[in-house]
C-alpha cells in the first residue's frame, strides 16, 4: 500500500505578481500585448477586458490563464496560471516567461514587485481504493474506528503545513490530501510566498519561482507523504 510514484502528473502550475507601479489596463495596452503574444507564438482563443482588469484563455490543447488587474489600490497584480497542462513542465516555464517578456515589452519592466508566490500541484496515484485512507492509517497510524466521532462518512481529508520564512526569505505551504475527482489519487499541493517587497527594477522569472516548487514539491514534501516506511523500502 502506499503512492506510486512514477504515476507522478503536474495538475497546475501558478505565478502572481504584486507589484508597484500597476499596469494600466486599457484597450489599446490589451491589444498591444496580445500583439506580443502573437509574434511570441503564444495565441489565446479568448480575451475580455472586465474594467480595469484583462484575462486571457487559451482552451484549446494545454490550458493557460493570463490577467492583469489594475485595481483602485495603488498596486496592480500579474498572474500566469497553467491548468492541468498537456505540456512538460519546461514547456510550461518556457511559455510563463515568454508572456512575462510580452508583457514587460508592453507595460514596461521599471516596477517593483511588492510581493509573488508561485504553487504546483501534483497528483499521485495510491496502491490504495482511497488515498485517505493511506493517509490516515498508513501514513497517520490512525484507525478508521476515529473517524466515526464525526458522525458522517469522510469524503476525503488531508493535511495542512505552513513553515514561516528562513534565511531564503519565502513562506512554504504544502497540503497532502486525497483527490476529491479521484479518490484513489492524492494531491500534493505546494506554495511558496515571498512576502517581503524586492527591490527596485528585479525583474518576474516565473520558471526560477516554478521550478523552485516543484524540485520542494518532489523532494522534502513527498519524501513526508511517503513516510519512513515506503522511503526505507527504495
Known sequence: MGILQDSCQLLFAGVNFVFLPPA????????????????????????????????????????????????????????????????????????????????????????????????????????????????????????????QALGRPVLGGGLRFVMPPGEEKFQIEVKVESFLSDSAKLLLDTQFQWPEPEMHDIRMHPAEMVQQVYEYAKGPALEFALGDAERNER
Do not use: C
Request: cysteine-free; charged content about 30%.
Open 24 to 147: 494600466e489596463v486599457t484597450q489599446e495596452r490589451q491589444l498591444g500585448f496580445q500583439s506580443r503574444l502573437i509574434h511570441r507564438k503564444m495565441e489565446f482563443d479568448q480575451s475580455r477586458r472586465e474594467g480595469a482588469q484583462v484575462v486571457l484563455l487559451r482552451t484549446l490543447g494545454s490550458r493557460l490563464q493570463v490577467q492583469v488587474i489594475d485595481p483602485p489600490a495603488p498596486v496592480g497584480q500579474f498572474l500566469i496560471l497553467a491548468e492541468q497542462p498537456q505540456h512538460p513542465l519546461e514547456v510550461v516555464k518556457k511559455e510563463m516567461d515568454e508572456v512575462v517578456a510580452a508583457f514587460e515589452e508592453n507595460w514596461g519592466r521599471r516596477r517593483q514587485i511588492v510581493a509573488r508566490d508561485a504553487t504546483v500541484r501534483l497528483l499521485f496515484a495510491t496502491e490504495d481504493q482511497h488515498a485517505f485512507e493511506y493517509l490516515w492509517e498508513e501514513r497517520l497510524h490512525q484507525s478508521e474506528g476515529a473517524l
